[in-house]
């Protein structure tokens, strides 16, 4: 499939009432165009595609929004490289992409460098950087694999979300909530480490012009699942 086909079935699975929420927030979406088509749909849409290192790069290169969720969607984590990650990370100016470019699943958390690349952002003063790292820690405190960071890593990045978190914005506030959650999942030790700076923070606000309720980071550390599957 090319960049052409690729657009025709955007085109194709268009959600015309998203397009005019888009619209609308023109501000925050920039110059970017959609078709207001949702993330569960451009996972099948990314998996019908499958994956196609040349194809993720042109559609990262067009001024269309689902084209590039896309293009994170397909890329092969074998071929990212370290300076695609920062010119890309560059580019990034609509919160959502940001946030699909360092987790949901997307290519750049399954390469070989993803650990020390997000411990370089997260000690970034680049806003954009931070809020990724945080999101590419939440990716890799969920790996089962061999060659995972050991405790001793996350209890490091929990200490250090709780004596960073009021000197950070917003956006990477809410990187942290996630990041914390996702630790706090691993295991005992670390959940009750995460629950303790959850507890201290409280939940975390969105910004002022999102009807989203707070990230109450403490909620999904406690909850029936949690307890029983860690045995808290």
């Known amino acids: ?31 970017l165009k959609s078709f207001g088509i949702g993330l569960t749909v451009l996972r099948k849409l990314a998996k019908q595609i499958g994956r196609d290192r ?38 990034l100016r609509h919160g959502h992409l940001a946030h699909v470019f360092s987790s949901c699943g997307a290519s750049l958390a399954k390469t070989h460098f993803v650990v020390p690349l997000l411990v370089e952002w997260i000690n970034s003063k680049d806003t954009m950087r931070q809020s990724c790292g945080y999101g590419l820690l939440y990716e890799v405190s969920k790996s089962k694999k061999k060659d ?68 109450d980071v403490t909620k999904h550390l406690t909850s029936d699942y949690i307890k029983n599957k860690l045995g808290v």
């Not at 657009?7 to 023109?26: H, P, T, V």
């Not at 984590?77 to 990370?89: D, L, N, S």
């Not at 706090?184 to 303790?196: H, I, M, P, T, W």
Request: glycine fraction near 6%; charged fraction near 25%.
């Open 148 to 215: 995972a960071p050991v405790d001793a890593f996350f209890l490091k990045k929990i200490q250090e979300i709780s004596t960073s978190f009021h000197k950070v914005h917003k956006a990477v506030q809410l990187a942290m909530g996630g990041a914390l959650i996702g630790i706090g999942k691993r295991n005992a030790v670390l959940n009750a480490s995460a629950l303790k700076v959850a507890k201290s923070i409280g939940p975390i606000q969105f910004e002022s012009n999102s009807d989203c309720e707070p990230l």
């Open 54 to 91: 040349n194809l993720a790069l042109e559609l990262w290169d067009t001024d269309i929004y689902d084209a590039k969720i896309i293009a994170l969607l397909i890329d092969d984590p074998k071929q990212i490289t370290r300076e695609q990650a920062e010119m890309q990370v560059e580019s």
């Open 1 to 31: 499939m090319n960049n052409i086909q690729v657009i025709a079935l955007l085109k194709a699975n268009q959600n015309k009432k998203n397009i005019e929420r888009w619209d609308k927030g023109s501000s925050v979406s920039g110059k």
